[in-house]
């Protein structure tokens, strides 16, 4: 009969956790790990340990790498954000995403990417989405997922959907509190539900929002719903494969245990980072479970470990240069709207930079104008020709907001009065431009130095910004 402990995936925080507990953990038989933050070198040692002191023939280790490695461990690559590609509406750009990140991740020990996110960029009060979407558009959201997915098993690893049944029409962050899905039923399935029904084929697994559907379950979120989870998604869509919940440390659930018993009753495989992994295990061992329940359980992780093989032994090991490919997707992906004057090598320019809550390095951007013979000031309440506004603020988990504050609108607002050319960059979220007088913006839809390396040199004239905005403003 299969461990117990083999449902349950830690997670781990690299300069948080301890690695004496995680080891503990692996010896007691958890089916595998979540990790988060470290470096390329903290990663693939931890994974070498992990695996060393488990005694299962096979566990299987995650990250949440939706853009890269870069967007957890700050030694590698950021990558292209979602929507940047949907900007690109370039399926060979989704595949290339997904198959560096599998091949990059995979060098690491790293064998699951908790990637793509499928839900819809429809909702601009979205805090949690946004950037991590391909858009608004369900076939286009299919389109670009499907072939990223693809891309993920050609790198080498193992994917994922999420989060079941779509966490895009949402206002509030699951890290916090419990979203609710406002849409119909009927409104669903023309939505949220459509890429995740035509992709299931491709998916190795699907993780299960904390989410609140009243159109589907009234009572219960869906990562605790046996409707949502067994009826529709198992049963109606038919989907056999392995189903995880998202975290359970996220606030939108209650008491853990008791959750952890109402997600597996209805129909997950895995309870993925607990608060307290040692604790649930041990609550877990002293219930009684259905012998077809912990057997079916047993042997989708089976068949997930023995895809996880065949997908890593068939990948090729290519040379892979995350820099050329982001500045590929630069080019395709920035999209302009409005008028954007040029800038004349020499001239100087006053910046403002909005929404800087991650102290994300600007010099990439500064150092490239530069390079052109620009003078670069932050702005001042003094006159000037050209003032660029820098938005910098995207999704960032427990954060609870994306958008901009009154105080920082106010702000904008006071520092076009001064300039005679104003334009935009928005670096991330792009709903962030709506309200803003500027002759033109120029969304870039990451804040990655490439990214912002091509947005200096697009505004020099080197070449013509070519993408189409993924959602509407």
């Given at each position: ?126 805090p949690i989405v946004n950037t991590r979407s391909f858009g608004e558009d369900p076939e286009q ?66 993780m299960i929002g904390h989410l609140l559907v009243p159109a589907l379950d009234e009572q219960n ?31 939108a659930l209650g008491d853990e245990k008791a959750a952890a018993l109402q997600a597996l009753d ?208």
């Amino acid at each position: 009969m299969m461990n117990i402990a083999r449902m349950v995936f830690p997670g781990f925080w690299f300069g948080q956790s301890s690695e004496e507990e995680a080891i503990r953990l692996a010896g007691l038989g958890v089916g595998g790990f979540c990790l988060y933050g470290g470096t390329k070198t903290a990663v693939a040692t931890l994974t070498r340990k992990l695996r060393a002191a488990s005694p299962l023939p096979r566990i299987l280790i995650a990250a949440d790498y939706e853009d890269g490695l870069g967007r957890w461990l700050p030694d590698a690559e950021l990558l292209p954000s979602n929507l940047a590609i949907g900007a690109s509406h370039n399926e060979k750009l989704a595949f290339e995403k997904g198959f560096i990140t599998g091949q990059e991740a995979l060098s690491l020990g790293v064998d699951w990417v908790f990637a793509p996110v499928v839900d819809l960029a429809n909702n601009s009060q979205n805090p949690i989405v946004n950037t991590r979407s391909f858009g608004e558009d369900p076939e286009q959201v299919t389109r670009l997922a499907g072939a990223f997915m693809q891309g993920l098993n050609k790198g080498g690893v193992l994917n994922c959907l999420k989060h079941f049944p779509g966490h895009g029409n949402t206002t509030t962050d699951s890290h916090l509190d419990l979203p609710v899905v406002p849409d119909s039923l009927s409104t669903l399935k023309k939505t949220a539900l459509l890429p995740f029904q035509a992709l299931l084929p491709l998916a190795d697994s699907v993780m299960i929002g904390h989410l609140l559907v009243p159109a589907l379950d009234e009572q219960n979120p869906a990562s605790l719903s046996k409707t949502i989870v067994h009826d529709l998604l198992q049963q109606h869509m038919g989907f056999a494969r392995c189903v995880c919940t998202d975290a359970l440390l996220m606030k939108a659930l209650g008491d853990e245990k008791a959750a952890a018993l109402q997600a597996l009753d209805a129909g997950a495989h895995i309870l993925l980072v607990p608060q307290d992994p040692l604790g649930l295990i041990q609550f877990l061992q002293t219930q009684v479970f259905p012998d077809d329940m912990i057997k079916h359980i047993d042997q989708v992780l089976n068949e997930l470990c023995a895809h996880a093989d065949e997908l890593m032994i068939s990948s090729p090991k290519l040379p892979i240069v995350p820099g050329e490919f982001a500045m590929r997707t630069a080019c395709q992906a920035l999209t302009q709207q409005g008028f954007i004057p040029a800038i004349d090598p020499g001239s100087t320019i006053h910046y403002l930079e909005i929404g800087n809550d991650e102290n994300i390095s600007s010099v990439p951007f500064f150092d490239t104008l530069r390079a052109y013979g620009l003078v670069t000031e932050p702005f001042t309440t003094q006159e000037t020709e050209y003032l660029l506004i820098l938005l910098w603020r995207r999704y960032k988990p427990f954060s609870g907001k994306i958008g901009l504050t009154p105080e920082e609108m106010q702000q904008i607002k006071n520092a076009t009065k001064y300039a005679q050319h104003t334009v935009l960059l928005c670096f991330a979220n792009p709903w962030m431009a709506k309200d803003i007088p500027a002759e033109g913006t120029l969304f870039a839809f990451s804040p990655s130095p490439v990214f912002q390396q091509a947005v200096a040199e697009c505004l020099m004239g080197k070449f013509e910004p070519t993408g189409k905005l993924p959602i509407e403003l």
